[in-house]
């Protein structure tokens, strides 16, 4: 009896050593098999077997191509990663299926000589990315096409393994330190290392997290990288559609992402990200520099998620996808861009930007601050963009209204920017990390109406601007416009492609054009053009083609003359209006203008009841039966103004006040404002 429980405590013990490594091993399995299943989905069959049998009579004896200069340091687009981008096509086609090339011998020695050539003459690039990113990820993604069908031989693959081996994951942030990671992910399922697969499991699901660093997600869910730079749709896409990517690859493994990083991603993806998007554009405020790559505007980010999402979606419960499936209707054009589309007004205070939108329009704007980074150019690309930060505003209602326009755009009139109006195109100033100049930049808001303000101070041009958000209506007020320079200060309304005819009232100074209105007050001196402009690519960015783009673009800005001195204006957008609607309407029926000057600006709805106003100074304001008092510069917002019990909303855009007072007919409220990584976000006052 003795033996045989000394039999059967033998095998449990075995059981128990042996369980968890057969585990670890399943979960390799499972892992492998889904990243080997996505990389061969993702591309058309056709058009890999096409290029394949290109590149295989194009190759060389020596495994190289002709076409490819091996010893290329351009920073944009580098003529040696093309070398693995065929033969990661050589290995699609091998490790695929049901096609003329599925385990064929000669394209098997194919992949080995070129994999060979690359080993060879290990190719560097001057732009780190290259090195320490494109290519180890190519490296790995062959590697694990070729495992799953006939590996390669073990010294070409172990030498390759250590060409991998580039970029420190632990010391990058946000996306970057994301792809850095995805590829030590990569080499731990091809040497099936459980410590390095911990760590890189690790630092994928690092950045999800909400972060008061210089980089990642902020704590307003604004994605900022490079610095404090806006990085929404360009850095931020690349993380979101990572994120989830390997959040897929590891569902229901040991190294599943946890409930609390599915959450935080979840929120970015359904508030932030798609709400970035109308029909399957992108807002041109997000992209950073990306936005001058031919149809990078175009997004494929919100169809490429599906089958990440639906994969997760089985074993989530917890966090609602309907915001996601309901973009991928509007994204295909099978639905209206208004489809189940909510109004909701976002400041985000971190980021330095503003977010309106609504069933008729998406609204936008881009500032900067002290604490933030100008839109960056370089690696030859935005070359002209250097005011693209400076209160840029995006205004769709279809969604393509500046879909592939940037060629033609004339750079010194960006909608919504106070600048020179230069006889050309004037260079970016700086490259890479250029500092705002000013601290009160910011924006109230109670989540469906706001207003935001930005202290323009750069290129020797001074103004206050400001947007005031009621709904259907955005008013745009600009005050202390000055500058000493030569040239003539403008003040643009819109730049984008035109839809007809543009329709004017002279009666009311307002113009009509593809459904939006602007009613421009008579003191301005209103100028327009809708007229075929010219351009290329290449002359935005030093990677695009130098083929000549034209188009029609509809042009409205407001002349400012030279060396204005506290020069001002003011315009009123309606967005989603017929033409009858325009001609016989006006939003100052609603609208009152009650202030615009360099002490404070404000604008009240009375149909709204709704009181919004930018003090640049402790002041009062009076306005009917209304007296608003506060202690410090500050953007104030009220609701329900007239009753006994108004809501109050109060933001410091400085984000260095501890407190403020707000004097409202006749009773004083002391707040507490936000602080930490909290300040400069909307307090709302009780009023008791």
Not at 258 to 272: I, M, Y
Not at 359 to 364: C, E, N, R, S, V
Not at 649 to 661: A, E
């Amino acid at each position: 009896m003795f033996c045989e429980f000394l039999k059967y405590s033998l095998i449990l013990i075995c059981f128990l050593f042996i369980a968890p490594g057969f585990a670890q091993q399943t979960d390799f399995d499972t892992v492998n098999s889904r990243v080997v299943k996505s990389l061969l989905k993702g591309e058309e069959l056709l058009r890999v077997t096409k290029s394949v049998a290109k590149g295989l009579n194009d190759m060389q004896p020596n495994g190289t191509w002709a076409d490819i200069d091996y010893k290329d340091k351009a920073v944009a687009i580098w003529s040696p990663a093309l070398h693995l981008t065929r033969v990661q096509n050589f290995a699609m086609a091998y490790a695929r299926p049901n096609n003329i090339y599925s385990h064929d011998e000669t394209l098997y020695r194919a992949i080995v000589k070129t994999l060979q050539a690359w080993n060879r003459i290990d190719p560097k690039c001057n732009n780190w990315w290259y090195n320490e990113i494109n290519c180890p990820q190519l490296l790995g993604q062959i590697m694990l096409l070729m495992h799953s069908s006939k590996p390669l031989p073990r010294t070409l693959q172990d030498s390759l393994l250590i060409k991998m081996n580039r970029g420190n994951m632990y010391k990058q942030t946000g996306a970057n330190k994301l792809d850095v990671a995805l590829h030590n992910l990569y080499r731990a399922l091809l040497t099936r290392d459980v410590t390095l697969m911990d760590s890189a499991v690790s630092q994928c699901f690092q950045p999800v997290m909400l972060t008061n660093a210089t980089e990642g997600l902020m704590y307003d869910y604004s994605y900022l990288q490079h610095g404090r730079q806006l990085q929404i749709a360009s850095y931020g896409s690349v993380f979101l559609v990572g994120e989830y990517r390997i959040a897929a690859y590891l569902q229901g493994t040991r190294w599943q992402m946890l409930p609390g990083k599915r959450e935080v991603l979840t929120k970015f993806l359904n508030n932030v990200f798609l709400n970035a998007i109308r029909y399957k554009y992108l807002d041109f405020n997000v992209m950073g520099r990306g936005f001058t790559r031919k149809d990078s505007a175009n997004t494929s980010a919100v169809p490429g998620l599906l089958a990440d999402i639906n994969m997760l979606k089985k074993n989530d419960e917890d966090n609602d996808y309907t915001g996601y499936i309901d973009a991928v209707k509007r994204a295909s054009g099978k639905v209206p861009p208004s489809y189940k589309i909510k109004t909701t007004h976002t400041q985000y205070w971190i980021g330095d930007y503003t977010q309106h939108i609504s069933p008729d329009y998406l609204f936008t704007v881009r500032t900067n601050s002290t604490r933030t980074r100008r839109t960056e150019t370089g690696n030859g690309e935005n070359l002209y963009g250097r005011y693209m930060s400076d209160g840029a505003t995006n205004i769709q209602r279809s969604g393509s209204e500046y879909f592939n326009i940037f060629p033609v755009w004339e750079y010194d009139k960006i909608p919504g920017v106070t600048c020179r109006e230069y006889l050309s195109d004037r260079a970016a100033v700086n490259s890479w990390d250029q500092p705002g100049t000013t601290n009160f930049t910011g924006g109230v808001s109670d989540g469906q109406y706001g207003v935001s303000t930005y202290s323009l101070d750069f290129d020797s041009v001074k103004a206050k601007k400001a947007w005031f958000f009621f709904g259907k209506q955005v008013v745009c007020l600009g005050t202390g416009i000055s500058s000493d320079t030569p040239e003539p200060i403008t003040t643009t309304v819109n730049q984008c492609w035109s839809r007809g005819r543009v329709v004017v009232n002279k009666a009311q100074h307002s113009y009509w054009q593809d459904s939006i209105a602007y009613y421009v007050q008579p003191n301005n001196h209103i100028l327009y053009s809708n007229k075929e402009q010219k351009g290329t690519w290449e002359h935005i960015n030093n990677s695009q083609s130098s083929d000549s783009v034209k188009g029609k673009v509809f042009k409205l800005w407001i002349d400012h003359g030279k060396q204005p001195q506290n020069a001002l204006y003011s315009y009123i957008v309606v967005p989603g209006i017929s033409q009858k609607q325009f001609l016989r309407e006006s939003p100052y029926q609603e609208l009152n203008i009650l202030s615009n000057t360099n002490v404070m600006q404000a604008v009240r709805s009375s149909q709204k009841d709704v009181l919004q106003v930018i003090f640049y100074k402790p002041g009062t304001l009076h306005t009917g039966k209304i007296a608003v008092s506060v202690s410090e510069p500050c953007v104030l917002m009220l609701e329900k103004a007239n009753t006994t019990n108004p809501m109050i909303y109060v933001v410091d855009p400085s984000h260095q006040l501890k407190t403020i007072s707000i004097l409202l007919n006749g009773k004083k409220l002391n707040c507490v404002l936000p602080i930490n990584e909290y300040a400069g976000s909307t307090l709302k006052v009780i009023y008791r």
